[in-house]
């Protein structure tokens, strides 16, 4: 569904993302990792049109996409759940959900939608009248999974969804992430909790100072010594 063949994406005259290629067949969920500072963000936000790709290709389902104007990204079917949530915290839960369904496609079928994200996310529908502001952050995790849901999303970027959270409120999340995938969602997942990340994926890619360092399997990366000691806290000697 979607490829990148060698993007180059800079900031000014620094370069953040150097010839950066990766695969998402459809239905198919996959990760990236690295460590702070890597380009993970940057390359979410290039995928969704939030910061141009100077050189290189994105094809999605065959068609380059990569000159579009930023606001056609949402019209191709992707949808970003961005770092750090970015609600409208004033604005009720529903008000915020109803936003992700502003595509034609997705707005003719707003009132299925919501149901479906109060499904997946049952807290959420007794909280839909309340200020997005005054949910938890898990809670509020929840609803910019939900608003992004609410898009009929081809292809689902998360970004960091684990960012913040308590270790108990980030393995549900996880759950819901599980459930997501089993239902066809495409996903693309940036993650810095690595081990989480490769248990939800079927293939992931590691990003280090803005180049692809290595890519395979969850269980091909886990093999790699150096995988094991830099991102997962393993000794060669560790099962």
Do not use: W
Not at 7 to 33: H, K, N, Q, W
């Amino acid at each position: 569904m979607l490829e990148l063949e060698r993007i180059r994406v800079s900031y000014g005259a620094a370069p953040a993302l150097v010839d950066v290629s990766l695969a998402v067949g459809a239905g198919e969920t996959v990760c990236v990792v690295g460590p702070n500072g890597a380009g993970k963000t940057t390359l979410i936000n290039a995928i969704a049109g939030l910061h141009r790709i100077d050189t290189g290709a994105m094809r999605l389902e065959g068609r380059d996409v990569s000159r579009l104007a930023a606001h056609r990204y949402c019209e191709q079917g992707i949808a970003i759940v961005p770092e750090g949530r970015r609600l409208f915290t004033g604005m009720t839960v529903r008000e915020n959900l109803e936003l992700g369904a502003y595509r034609r496609a997705a707005r003719v079928r707003r009132v299925q939608a919501l149901e479906r994200v109060c499904a997946l996310f049952p807290v959420l529908a007794q909280c839909l009248h309340r200020p997005a502001g005054a949910l938890s952050g898990g809670q509020q995790q929840m609803v910019a999974i939900g608003r992004a849901l609410m898009a009929a999303p081809r292809l689902l970027l998360l970004d960091e969804p684990s960012l913040g959270l308590a270790p108990l409120v980030v393995a549900a999340l996880f759950e819901t992430i599980r459930t997501i995938a089993a239902s066809g969602v495409t996903m693309l997942l940036v993650e810095q909790n690595v081990a989480l990340a490769l248990e939800v994926a079927s293939r992931a890619y590691v990003l280090e100072e803005g180049r692809i360092a290595a890519a395979g399997s969850p269980a091909e990366l886990r093999r790699r010594p150096e995988i094991r000691r830099a991102y997962l806290g393993l000794s060669e000697e560790a099962g």
